[in-house]
């Protein structure tokens, strides 16, 4: 069975930086599978952030975040981790890390789609004032 656990989540101010982290037990690809970050704000549909490959080589980001935010594996490839920088109000939502079910997809457009994806986690929240 998979489980992913997020943390790293908290309250901080406009233009802080913060680091989520998301652990996954029980993925059996040998290098990992590809991994992502996704967000869902009360009352918004949940939005694509990031993704990586399982060899960790190839990222994505979403547009909004392109430029703030580097997602990225931890050496034991069972961790991944988003750093965000320049957070902003609209940044605040519910931050779930997600697992799929190969290393990598046959299209780039496949990595921010929640359907590639077969595990979640519970996330964590990011709340950005100013």
């Known amino acids: 069975q998979v489980q992913l656990v997020e943390s790293g989540g908290g309250l901080v101010q406009a233009g802080d930086s913060l680091r989520l982290s998301c652990e996954a037990s029980?993925?059996?690809?040998?290098?990992?599978?590809?991994m992502a970050w996704f967000r869902q704000a009360p009352g918004k549909e949940r939005d694509f952030v990031a993704a990586v490959t399982g060899s960790g080589r190839r990222t994505f980001y979403a547009d909004s975040v392109s430029g703030r935010i580097t997602i990225s594996r931890g050496v034991a490839k069972n961790m991944v981790h988003l750093e965000m920088t320049s957070l902003q109000p609209d940044d605040t939502a519910v931050y779930c890390c997600?697992?799929?079910?190969?290393?990598?997809?046959?299209?780039?457009?496949?990595?921010?789609?929640?359907?590639?994806?077969?595990?979640w986690g519970q996330g964590t929240q990011v709340t950005v004032s100013s």
């Open positions: 029980g993925i059996t690809i040998f290098g990992g599978v590809a």
């Open positions: 997600a697992a799929g079910r190969a290393a990598s997809f046959g299209d780039t457009n496949m990595y921010s789609a929640e359907k590639y994806y077969a595990y």
